[in-house]
Structures are given as structure tokens and as C-alpha cells.
């Protein structure tokens, strides 16, 4: 979904965004509902600042037990946009803020409202997902998901405990 910048009126625009499952602007992610988002966006000279909200649901793979299961997503957007050529112009090194992690750059006189979605969606997405937060995962041994039952392997243990070990079983010999 594209917004020509000379769209974009004095007082901003708003945009409502709906993204079926398996559009473009959602690669790499497995959403399962269409994705809903309402964004706010004014210019300010050559910048573009896009506020709002997106939301959906996403189907991930648990980080723990590796079983499927589905999140859903509320992002709060909030993004500063500014043309290419003004990265260019800025390209020495210099040390990133935290509100430098806020800033895109774009090409052209127009915006993809539906990739800055797909991206916040994205973003939004845990580095290890988990199905539940007491999830216990598999047992590395034989593969059984703990969370599921417990299985029979005995847990491992560090090698330099063996020496503590055998002195309390000494000790339970007495």
C-alpha cells in the first residue's frame, strides 16, 4: 500500500491498512489472521513522522518444546521517516541514540505503509518465542517435551560435582 508524500495534506492523513495472509509486505511471516493497523502521518518539511497501531496474530514455533502456536500482537507504531539523500549527506560515522533507533529512510516520493506494518510485526516478535512462560521444553536425552510428562533420563550434572557426589554417598554408607 503506497502514500504518495504529495498526498500527505498540512494537517496528515490517516490510513487504515489490512493485510490479508501471504501478502508481500508480510515475508517470512506466518500471520494468521489479516493484519489490521491504523497509522497517523504527517510531514514536517522533508521528514515523515507515522504513528499508530497494528495488530493481528502470528502462528511461531515454541524456542522450549518446538511446538506451533499462535501470538497475537498489539504494536504501538511510532516511526520518523526521512529521504535517503539525507542519509547520503550524513554518512560519516557518528555514535547512535536511542532516538536514532526510531529513524527510517525512504526513496521516492512515496511511502510503503504496508512493509513499515510488516516490519513493526516483525520487530514485535520475540527472539525466542515461548508458548507459555512456564513451558519446560524437550529433554535432550530422549526427547520427550517435559512439559507434556516427565521422562526417566537422570538429569546431567556437572563432572565437577562427582567428587561431592561420592563423598555424600560415602557419608549415607555410615
Request: proline share 5%.
Amino acid at each position: 500500500m503506497l502514500v504518495h508524500l504529495e498526498d500527505i495534506l498540512p494537517e496528515g492523513i490517516e490510513v487504515e491498512v489490512y493485510l490479508e495472509p501471504g501478502d508481500s509486505a508480510l515475508k517470512g511471516l506466518d500471520v494468521v489472521v489479516p493484519v489490521k493497523g491504523t497509522f497517523r502521518i504527517n510531514r514536517t518539511g522533508h521528514q515523515v513522522l507515522v504513528r499508530g497501531r497494528v495488530s493481528g496474530e502470528v502462528k511461531l514455533e515454541c524456542a522450549r518444546c518446538l511446538q506451533n502456536f499462535t501470538a497475537q500482537f498489539d504494536e504501538l507504531v511510532d516511526i520518523e521517516l526521512r529521504p535517503a539523500g539525507e542519509l547520503e549527506r550524513t554518512a560519516h560515522e557518528h555514535e547512535l541514540v536511542s532516538g536514532d533507533l526510531d529513524i527510517e529512510f525512504f526513496r521516492g516520493d512515496a511511502l510503503d505503509i504496508g512493509h513499515l506494518a510488516g516490519e513493526q510485526i516483525t520487530l514485535a516478535i520475540p527472539m525466542k518465542p515461548l508458548c507459555r512462560e512456564d513451558c519446560s521444553g524437550i529433554c535432550p536425552g530422549c526427547g520427550a517435551d517435559r512439559s507434556q510428562a516427565d521422562c526417566a533420563c537422570e538429569p546431567d550434572t556437572d563432572p565437577r560435582w562427582t567428587a561431592l557426589k561420592d563423598l555424600k554417598d560415602q557419608m549415607n554408607r555410615k
